[in-house]
């Protein structure tokens, strides 16, 4: 084997204190991992956000340097992105280093020109890449990555989309944790968490959306794993609260209609989260069936409260739709997450600070708000170029001369504020206890740590402060 130890790193050194996402795995790269198994000896998957000593960048370099001989990294999203420069930028010379994941396939260049240590960006799906990668095959011959030759950045040709029934499910004994709910360090409560991914590809085509196209513009058609294959996986699952990551777990309604009924057969005690869209309410067998099986919350992209902006998205219901759909799915005992994004092109202020009155109106219980988004294959690009008064930014950021980033952040905290009120959170708490969503052995753990909680959040951050600026600090060295 041209390889012996693999380390698979997710980079993020932010705790599970201040983030949700804290609470899943880094399946993307589990997945990776697991496709590498055979083609080195050994394989070790970090998690930084719960690594305690691993997060001295010390501590992790000595164990590189003394096992590892090639570095995996996976990086999805925007944020920590110098400090994780930072980090990676320390790593050995003499170990390939090759990095993914969504962020890196969107900022190749960037990536190359901030980490002088990076040999390979794998872009798009990794899961064939990395195998080639480490089977040592030559550079030129692999598809979808880009490296570097004498400073020069080579990129190869994309890899086509590979099929889904040949993505194995994740191997579970990589995992060094269990991912739960940990604030500030301390296990809240039993539960732990879990993704699923049934199905990839969404068979819609709202225009915004950052799912349905990857960052290479490739669009995956809507293909789904056997049920028989996705109830063998929940089976082997030990955690208590299973997401299913699909774009919407619904598409097939029969298909999910039968994974709800072998739940419920083979007596699966679990709670289930999931992506839908609004039009499950027209399957009211189907929501009988969701709510006997354990589903309990569901995420559904609602959007806008505008038909104008609706049209414009390509979102495929208007705002009277959505109106009947939740008359229907209120009726259900199940919590209602809704997805909204502000700073369309055209949209007011005043249309902006309408969706916390929509929200609240259709029965949602939750909210998240996004400013638009426009990625680079995103069919909204031309219309936002060419509207005059409209600027996109290298990262796929939309402002205008009338809304600048600054002044949509505060649009979006006076949306946040005006849905959020005590009322709205004691509405939320009471309709989780009606639910019965946490259990009473659940609940009785959370009060116990309430007041080593409050003690602990500040030292936490304090924390993280410090390792945030010492990362930063050695990036601007090493620039
Ligand atoms: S339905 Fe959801 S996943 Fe599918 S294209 Fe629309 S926003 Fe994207």
């Not at 997710?10 to 599970?16: D, K, L, Q, R, V």
């Given at each position: 084997m041209k390889y012996k130890h693999a380390l698979f790193l997710?980079?993020?050194?932010?705790?599970?204190a201040t983030s949700i996402m804290g609470l899943f795995p880094p399946t993307g790269l589990e997945y990776v991992a697991t496709g590498a198994k055979g083609l080195v000896d050994k394989i070790t998957l970090l998690d930084l956000r719960y690594e305690r000593d691993f997060c001295d960048p010390d501590k992790l370099l000595d164990f590189i340097r003394k096992e590892i001989d090639i570095i995996c990294v996976s990086i999805g999203w925007d944020r920590q992105f110098k400090e994780i420069c930072g980090l990676l930028n320390l790593m050995p010379d003499n170990i390939p280093l090759v990095v993914g994941g969504y962020k890196a396939t969107e900022q190749v260049e960037e990536l190359f020109r901030a980490c002088s240590k990076i040999n390979i960006i794998v872009r798009g799906e990794g899961e064939e890449t990395i195998k080639e990668v480490l089977k040592g095959l030559p550079l030129e011959n692999i598809l979808g990555i880009s490296y570097k030759i004498d400073n020069k950045v080579i990129h190869n040709k994309n890899r086509p989309l590979q099929e889904v029934d040949a993505i194995a499910t994740p191997?579970?004994?990589?995992?060094?944790y269990k991912y739960r709910l940990i604030l500030n360090g301390i296990n809240v409560t039993n539960s732990t968490f879990d993704t699923v991914l049934s199905a990839r590809g969404c068979p819609f085509n709202c225009k915004f959306c950052t799912f349905s196209l990857n960052p290479l513009g490739q669009k995956r058609q809507y293909a789904a794993r056997s049920v028989e294959s996705v109830i063998k996986e929940i089976e082997q699952i030990t955690a208590n609260t299973v997401l299913f990551s699909d774009d919407n777990f619904f598409t097939n309604i029969k298909r999910a209609e039968e994974i709800c009924d072998l739940i419920i057969a083979r007596k699966i005690k679990k709670r289930f989260i999931a992506q839908a869209r609004i039009e499950i309410a027209r399957y009211p067998n189907l929501l009988s069936k969701m709510v006997q099986a354990g589903f309990k919350i569901l995420l559904m992209?609602?959007?806008?409260?505008?038909d104008r902006i609706l049209t414009e998205l390509n979102k495929g219901f208007d705002t009277d739709t959505i109106r009947k759909c939740f008359e229907v799915l209120k009726k259900y005992p199940i919590y209602y997450h809704g997805y909204f994004i502000y700073g369309n092109i055209g949209e007011t202020e005043e249309e902006m600070l309408c969706i916390s009155k929509f929200a609240k109106e259709i029965s949602l219980d939750s909210i998240t708000f996004q400013k638009l988004r426009i990625e680079k294959f995103s069919p909204l690009r031309k219309i936002a170029e060419e509207t005059p008064g409209y600027h996109v930014t290298d990262r796929g950021e939309l402002y205008s001369d009338t809304y600048s980033h600054a002044a949509l952040k505060k649009i979006g905290r006076k949306i946040k504020f005006s849905f959020y009120t005590p009322t709205a959170l004691l509405r939320i708490l009471k309709k989780f206890m009606a639910m019965r969503f946490f259990s009473l052995s659940e609940v009785m753990s959370f009060i116990s740590v309430i007041p080593r909680l409050l003690k602990g959040v500040i030292a936490r951050e304090i924390e993280k402060n410090r390792l945030k600026d010492s990362l930063k600090r050695i990036f601007i060295k090493n620039t």
């Open positions: 997710n980079p993020y050194i932010e705790s599970t191997d579970r004994n990589l995992r060094r992209g609602i959007e806008s409260p505008h």
